[in-house]
Antibody, heavy 116, light 112 residues
């Protein structure tokens, strides 16, 4: 069965960096677009980024463009999100999900807290 | 960005009674491939969202048939024919047609 497991969250100071990972299993990872979605505490859902199976197509929300970088390693069935210049407003649970336009599979999420 | 507007935002329901959530988009959600990427999700506290409906009206495997989706263009509806206790939580519509894909604000369903 499809499984997505995020890791890498934690407490970081404003301006700091963090790298999230998502380990995928149970499907042909390289054939699927992957996405990151986040949810601030007590708030709604917000798309962050997506990446194509070959990594040739990526896109970002304006709120993270220039600060976050999505990438993947198909040999390791893994998705990544490099987050730099973190802000207090980036505090959220970060989910990886697939497929892109109609995500039917989600991980359990990893909490990122940006605070001094 | 496409704005997704849900109503109501809070929905107290009686067990066994029907419930309906409306979702309106600021632009047509028909994609160039002819599909309409309008999805519905259910989220319980402390859990990841679960997709219930994709492409307007397709129910996911394992989703009870009391859930149904309908609509077209910019106007969509999620209906629960008879609410059960396990249906409480927050429901989100989401469009995957225009990047930046966007979610509605969420509708909190609770039992009266």
């Amino acid at each position: 069965q499809v499984q997505l497991v995020e890791s890498g969250g934690g407490l970081v100071k404003p301006g700091g960096s963090l790298r999230l990972s998502c380990a995928a299993s149970g499907f042909s990872f390289s054939n699927y677009y992957m996405t990151w979605i986040r949810q601030a505490p007590g708030k709604g859902l917000e798309w962050i980024s997506y990446i194509s199976g070959s990594s040739s197509d990526t896109n970002y929300a304006d709120s993270v463009k220039g600060r976050f970088t999505i990438s993947r390693d198909n040999a390791k069935n893994s998705l990544y999100l490099q987050m730099n210049s973190l802000r207090v407003e980036d505090t959220a649970v970060y989910y990886c999900a697939t497929p892109s336009r109609q995500p039917g599979y989600w991980g359990q999420g990893t909490l990122v807290t940006v605070s001094s | 960005d496409v704005v997704m507007t849900q109503s109501p935002l809070s929905l107290p329901v009686t067990l066994g009674q029907p419930a309906s959530i409306s979702c309106r988009s600021s632009q047509s959600l028909v994609y160039s491939d002819g599909n309409t990427y309008l999805n519905w999700f259910h989220q319980r506290p402390g859990q990841s969202p679960r997709r219930l409906i994709y492409k307007v009206s397709n129910r996911d495997s394992g989703v009870p048939d009391r859930f149904s989706g309908s609509g077209s263009g910019t106007d969509f509806t999620l209906q629960i024919s008879r609410v059960e206790a396990e249906d409480v939580g927050v429901y989100y519509c989401m469009q995957g047609t225009h990047w930046l894909w966007t979610f509605g604000q969420g509708t909190k369903v609770e039992i009266k």
